[in-house]
């Protein structure tokens, strides 16, 4: 009689982390220092995330994320520094810091597909293990940008309102469940701050 791996028979725990690695791709990004200072561009691999999942049900969790992303081009620029402006090549940076309520909605049965054993001779499919999956967080984002000019170096700190839907899947393996998502952040405009709007493209792990 073979033994059957215990990881894959496990039904997953109600509690689940996420940790996740995230490229930041820039879709309208305005920089925030002049009218003139024009959009960010460039893809970025400085992200990370981390979040933490209840699932009250098989198929839907509640939790919360926090996020870091960050991302920087090097390009001429208008910028407005107190009451002078100037032209040249900027050095600018941005931080963005997310903390977001969430709520994802599993689109297959979880614990049976988490805990399903091939059966001997059998491989594993792995199309039948994947867990795709919906989700959205509302919630806050501290954003940061930073100006070099070569001659003065000027920082901006704002807060926004923040959305950000998600689309991805979970695929459990022997250790822990890959995750793979990709999400849009879009922050609302206010206070004289035009809005944001990013992408991100997730590759983790989660830990029950």
Do not use: C
């Amino acid at each position: 009689m073979s033994e059957e791996p215990p990881e894959e028979r496990r039904k997953p725990r109600k509690a689940q982390i996420g940790i996740t690695w995230d490229l930041v791709i820039p879709i309208r990004v305005p920089v925030t220092a002049g009218s003139e200072a024009g959009m960010m561009s460039g893809t970025s691999i400085q992200g990370f995330s981390l979040e933490l999942r209840y699932w009250l049900k098989d198929r839907i969790a509640l939790g919360a994320l926090v996020a870091w992303h960050t991302f920087s081009d090097k390009k001429s620029r208008t910028i407005g520094i107190d009451d002078s402006t100037q032209t040249g090549l900027v050095q600018t940076d941005i931080n963005s810091n997310e903390i977001l309520a969430r709520i994802t909605h599993a689109l297959a049965d979880r614990p049976a597909i988490r805990t399903r054993v091939p059966k001997p001779g059998e491989k594993l499919d792995i199309s039948k293990q994947i867990i795709p999956y919906i989700g959205a967080g509302l919630g806050a984002t501290r954003y940061l940008e930073r100006f070099d000019t070569g001659l003065s170096v000027q920082s901006k700190e704002s807060w926004y309102a923040a959305i950000v839907p998600e689309i991805g899947i979970e695929i459990p393996t022997k250790l822990v469940p890959v995750i793979v998502a990709g999400r849009l952040h879009y922050f609302f405009a206010s206070s004289g701050n035009p809005d944001q709007l990013y992408a991100t493209f997730s590759l983790g792990a989660g830990f029950d």
